[in-house]
């Protein structure tokens, strides 16, 4: 009797573990409207496509089953919100995929920041992961900042790099920064509950992978931070009177299975409010 239970047991764990393992090729595609109030007659939007964590050892879609999903979608900019890989081995693995984001041909070009498994890697491993990026058109930002015009409009690009990994820092993103639109990119979202005297218009995230594995809710990622024990892990959020999204990201981690979330591609589309001019004060 003992014997059947075990066997029953197995079977029944065995089909939870396939049906888990298929939840990863279950894709969700997403797509936000940003300041959609304002945007009748001429105000400009710019099409933001975000991927994050791609967990490159642990990811169920193919490069070309990527670009099949994205091809059709307009595309103006591609956001790349961390967490590419953890071993130097899988870096050979990044490049089709950066491969598929150049042929979308997006207007603005690739921006990415690096998340705490990229920052596994160490030293001249960083800096290869770094310089594949790079290599292929994509721009990293590390604490600092970029402008872009849409249809004459200054937007700021502003990577802050990860809070996880203390690697954040706000007043080095924020540096030297031009009246405009400010977009911030960024892969834990914890630090939107810093930055009270930093202005954003819209910041995109990631990390948590919507809990990944959720039995009902992800209490397992209260370690994570603020946010996670709020149990603001994923979509659309308000801080402060300012809009940030989590994307659930598009690879796994630790195992490669997913319970009650799913894989993610998020396309935003952002209509452009009236910039804010206020001069950004340091914190203390």
Known sequence: MKILFFIVLAIIIFYF???AYKNTKDIIIHKIKINNEVSHGHIPKINILQLSDLHLENISISPTELYEKLKDEPIDLIALTGDFLDRK?????LVPYLK??????AKYGIY???GNHDYVLRNQNLQLLIETLEEYNCKV?????????????????IGIDDFSTKRSNLAASYNGLKS???LVLTHDPNIVLHMDKYHFDYLLAGHFHGGQICYPKAYHLAKMGQLARMNIIKGLHIQGGKSFYISEGL???GVNIRV???PEITFHEFSLPAPIIKKVVEAI
């Open 251 to 253: 690879g796994q981690t």
């Open 89 to 93: 081995r899988t870096i050979p693995k």
């Open 112 to 114: 990415a920041v690096l």
């Open 180 to 182: 405009g639109i400010n």
């Open 17 to 19: 573990i396939i049906k």
């Open 100 to 105: 598929i984001l150049n042929q979308l041909n």
């Open 141 to 157: 930002l590390q604490n600092e900042n970029e402008i872009i015009f849409v249809q004459g409009k200054p937007v700021n690009i």
């Open 260 to 262: 009650g979330s799913r």
